[in-house]
């Protein structure tokens, strides 16, 4: 029998302050809900499935500017379907949050590590939404890049977004028929 060296363990302020342990408290202030152990919760949430989206729905105040009917619909794959009837905006939702922190850090092979704040993002994302409105870009159109993980293709996804449009990107290192074969699913 082998024995497992444990890598990491949090120590109990990190537990007490970890987004789990808010959705936790709120769960038991909201929905009367109590768990004994994170195992007791992570079953809960497996088995009463529409009840816990529903409450990540609530919890996180998704602003929807259609409501949904059903939080699912059709459980055998493909078929799924999650909030059906919703619509909403992700763009709209990242920049709710936006704060005094930096929105991303980011690093690469030949840049030190960089910072882009929320109104520099913003700011980017706006001007990019409204050239691709310029261009007849809207709600349903696909955008597809061929760029890097870079903060660009953040700002390009954000206003594409924005705008209702479907995006889709493949970095320069993936093989020809593999941006092919993702990009042709899109049209």
Known sequence: MSVHKI??????????????????LWLLEHKGLRFDS?????H???????EFWECIWDYFNILAHQPYQNVLRYREM?????????????????????????????QSEIQNKSEM??????????????YLRAQGIGKGD????????????????LAVNSLGAIWSCCSPDYGVNTVIDRFSQIH
């Not at 704040?117 to 409204?130: D, M």
Request: hydrophobic share 40%; with cysteine; charged share 15%.
């Open 44 to 50: 809960w949430s497996t088995e009463q499935i529409e």
């Open 38 to 42: 994170y195992q007791a919760m992570w």
């Open 78 to 106: 493909p078929d799924v379907q999650w909030f059906t009837g919703s619509t909403l905006n992700y763009a709209e939702h990242i920049f709710r949050h936006k704060s005094s922190r930096p929105a991303f850090i980011y």
């Open 142 to 157: 696909c955008v597809a890049a061929y760029l890097p993980n870079i903060p660009q293709a953040i700002i390009a996804f």
């Open 7 to 24: 890598l990491w363990e949090p120590h109990p302020q990190f537990i007490q302050q970890s987004n789990l342990k808010k959705f936790e």
């Open 117 to 130: 704040y929320w109104p520099q993002l913003e700011n980017q994302v706006l001007a990019l939404q409204k």
